[in-house]
């Protein structure tokens, strides 16, 4: 049986505030993949990326998304770029169950406004950048996620609640088949 819990999206989509509350709710530890590169390389990601290139950034997160997904009992927040990367989504499907926070992109736009800038948001035009990246990496969220939440209308208490009946049903279908 999967060991983890695997929150992914696009930012503004509450992966890091859910997942800390999943975490407690379920007496689960919490790991955001993108802290977890900053502490491996004590430094900022932005500050990592003006001194590194993209390809080395990449190795790096490959690194620290394989060592995630060797941990049990974990809720892992990554980052929407993470799956991006074949390899990456592959270790944390085979360590847990993919869970894609989505909302529409004019509610995640107000999110992110009120939140303020935050590394890896879109800047600039929010929205338009928003529907890009939304068209780039929904086939690729798709195809990963056992479990879908549109939290669009959900607040992080809701979204939490609303993930906790899905892994229900999740873990009574995954029961069903093994058992027949």
């Known amino acids: 049986?999967?060991?983890?819990?695997?929150?992914?999206?696009?930012?503004?989509?509450?992966?890091?505030?859910?997942?800390?509350?999943?975490?407690?709710?379920?007496?689960m530890l919490y790991c955001?993949?993108?802290?977890?590169?900053?502490?491996?390389?004590?430094?900022t990601i932005a500050e990592y990326l003006d001194?590194?290139?993209?390809?080395?950034?990449?190795?790096?997160?490959?690194?620290?998304?394989?060592?995630?997904?060797?941990?049990?009992?974990?809720?892992i927040a990554a980052n929407a770029a993470t799956l991006?990367?074949?390899?990456?989504?592959?270790?944390?499907?085979?360590?847990?169950v993919m869970i894609w926070l989505k909302a529409k992109p004019e509610v995640i736009a107000c999110r992110l406004e009120d939140e303020?800038?935050?590394?890896?948001?879109p800047r600039g035009d929010r929205?338009?950048?928003?529907?890009?990246?939304?068209?780039?990496?929904?086939p690729i969220f798709k195809k990963a996620a056992e479990i879908t939440v549109d939290n669009t209308l959900l607040s992080p208490e809701e979204t939490a609640v609303k993930i906790m009946k899905e892994l229900l049903k999740y873990t009574r279908r995954q029961a069903s088949e093994v058992c027949g």
């Open 127 to 138: 929205l338009a950048e928003l529907k890009e990246l939304l068209a780039a990496r929904e």
């Open 1 to 27: 049986m999967k060991r983890n819990l695997i929150l992914y999206g696009l930012s503004g989509t509450y992966k890091k505030t859910v997942g800390k509350l999943l975490a407690d709710r379920l007496g």
């Open 84 to 96: 991006d990367n074949p390899e990456n989504a592959a270790n944390l499907s085979k360590s847990g």
């Open 32 to 43: 955001d993949t993108d802290r977890l590169i900053e502490y491996t390389v004590d430094c």
């Open 51 to 75: 001194h590194y290139t993209a390809e080395a950034f990449s190795r790096l997160e490959r690194k620290v998304i394989l060592q995630a997904s060797e941990y049990d009992d974990v809720v």
């Open 116 to 121: 303020g800038d935050r590394p890896g948001a």
